[in-house]
Antibody, heavy 125, light 111 residues
Framework: EVQLVESGGGLVQPGGSLRLSCAAS????????MHWVRQAPGKGLEYVSA????????YYANSVKGRFTISRDNSKNTLDLQMGSLRAEDMAVYYC??????????????????WGQGTLVTVSS | QSALTQPASVSGSPGQSITISCTGT?????????VSWYQQHPGKAPKLMIY???NRPSGVSNRFSGSKSGNTASLTISGLQAEDEADYYC???????????FGTGTKVTVL
């Protein structure tokens, strides 16, 4: 059974940093592009970031570029999102999601077949 | 990033059918057969309901169906049930600089 479990969310002050993690199991993690999607309270889904299966290629939405860093450890089946210079507008539930394409050669997704349960990031002083 | 346009809310009585629209452009919905739909209950993660316009993942009820015409995709829920009350989001592959687009979301209410 495919499982994605996020952790690391919490309360952080504006300008602060936080590192989110997503533990994957039930599939060959190293074969899949992975993504982060967020959802502000009461709002819709917003695409955040992607990383290639080997970790060499990444993508960031303009809203987080230069402040967030996506990474993965295929030996530990984990996906991370290092968030810095956090702003009020970054407050959201952050979901990791699996790209449905195994061995994809491009980052741009078609859709996501599995999602984690999400972890809440609260940015407030 | 530009979002796909969905109605804010749709409602129906148990047993009825409802349809949710999702309007994009020729760079996303109209240009590719990679429209997907997600169901999200309050406090829960999104769940894939439809992929590639009209395909259902294993385990999803056949009461859910998808279609597309031009730049507009649609999700139809037939035989509406109380458990269908949730938010629904469409999404699409896009060739634009947006990289990936989600719909604005539709709240489905079962009367």
């Amino acid at each position: 059974e495919v499982q994605l479990v996020e952790s690391g969310g919490g309360l952080v002050q504006p300008g602060g940093s936080l590192r989110l993690s997503c533990a994957a199991s039930g599939f060959t993690f190293s074969s899949y592009v992975m993504h982060w999607v967020r959802q502000a309270p009461g709002k819709g889904l917003e695409y955040v970031s992607a990383i290639s299966s080997n970790g060499y290629t990444t993508y960031y939405a303009n809203s987080v570029k230069g402040r967030f860093t996506i990474s993965r450890d295929n030996s530990k089946n984990t996906l991370d999102l290092q968030m810095g210079s956090l702003r009020a507008e970054d407050m959201a539930v952050y979901y990791c999601a699996r790209d449905q394409r195994e061995m994809a050669t491009t980052l741009r997704p078609y859709y996501f077949d599995y999602w984690g349960q999400g972890t809440l990031v609260t940015v407030s002083s | 990033q530009s979002a796909l346009t969905q109605p804010a809310s749709v409602s129906g009585s148990p047993g009825q059918s409802i349809t949710i629209s999702c309007t994009g452009t020729s760079s996303d919905v109209g240009g590719y057969n990679y429209v997907s739909w997600y169901q999200q209950h309050p406090g829960k993660a999104p769940k894939l309901m439809i992929y590639e316009v009209s395909n259902r993942p294993s385990g999803v009820s056949n009461r859910f169906s998808g279609s597309k015409s031009g730049n507009t995709a649609s999700l139809t829920i037939s035989g509406l049930q109380a458990e269908d009350e949730a938010d629904y989001y469409c999404s699409s592959y896009t060739s634009s600089s947006s990289f990936y687009v989600f719909g604005t979301g539709t709240k489905v209410t079962v009367l």
